[in-house]
């Protein structure tokens, strides 16, 4: 099976339609955060009127947001999360984790750091463990397992895919709320995400990048510097003459990996039956893969109640 199948026929794909967008990840953080109202989006956010009305909608289309009236005159709404919008919740809670690992920046931009109640206080790392096993995760430990009778999709249907998607990479504002900005450069930005996840899938070279994703050269090159400046990346070249790289995630780059379970998990477990052509098996218990995210301390799920920040 080419990669365009992989990528179009996995479930995150189709979380990424939903969730894969920079302004639809600060609105989450937002939400998870305790902010509801649009005038609260927008302070901290700073995202423009009309991207976040739209954005707010398309939540709500896609059943993450529902809409609550709490001022009859004039008509005033807030925004909450729906089931299927707090199911996001283990994956928000790797995403912060993510940042506040590996992320250096100065104190005021740095998310907090995590802390679990249950059953006594203590520090919060969030890991991706198999439902079978009870074991964390790891890249290298999971394979994928083909359905042979499932066709290829056609060349450039990724690409086309990827054209129709909204524009999600924006400028900084400098009183926004930063918290999380340096793992949006990479998640909140489809075609980074679209290279990132050919690499978990086996492409390393750039003319595999090209002749595999249909990407424009201009924009691969962008996005490739940019992954290669989060340290997400390492470049190596294997060809003098004409200068040939290849590219390799670094251990940076492989610990993206969880919260792409997580997205994963989502789509399986709420939203509506999508055909696979290929299956996760995790190969240190041999069971098709499910996750759940737990507390690495107390192997408990975090609820939204039961987290707080030190």
Known sequence: ????????SNPVARALKVVGDRWTILILRDAF??????????????????????RLEF?????????????????????????IGLALYPWALLVWEWETRWVKLPHNNMPSLLKHNVPEQHLLT?????RHCHQEVKYKD?????????????????ADSMNTQRRSRGDTVSDADHRLGHIIEIIGDRWSSLIVASMFLGLSRYDDFQHNLGIATN????????????????????????????????????????????????????????????????????HDLDVDVVCSTCSSKPLPGDVGFK
Not at 33 to 54: D, P, V
Not at 73 to 81: G, I, M
Request: glycine share 4%; proline share 5%.
């Open 1 to 8: 099976m080419n990669i365009e199948s992989q990528i179009i």
């Open 126 to 130: 969030p890991i991706c463990v198999c």
């Open 142 to 158: 999971v394979s994928r397992v083909f359905d042979k009778t499932v066709e290829h999709v056609s060349k450039g249907k990724l």
């Open 59 to 83: 939540l709500i289309e896609h059943k993450v947001l529902h809409k609550v009236l709490y001022s009859q005159s004039p008509p005033r709404y807030e925004y909450k999360l729906t089931e």
């Open 219 to 286: 924009i691969l090159a962008d996005r490739l510097k940019l992954l290669v400046d989060l340290e997400v990346l390492t470049r190596n070249q294997y060809q003098a003459s004409p200068p040939r790289y290849e590219y390799k995630l670094t251990e940076k780059g492989e610990s993206l990996y969880s919260m792409t379970l997580a997205m994963r998990q989502w789509v399986l477990d709420y939203l509506a039956p999508m055909e696979r052509p290929f299956k996760l098996v995790h190969t240190q218990c041999g």
């Open 33 to 54: 955060l305790g902010r509801h109202k649009f005038s609260e989006f927008r302070e901290y956010s700073k995202i423009a009127r009309g991207t976040l009305t739209n």
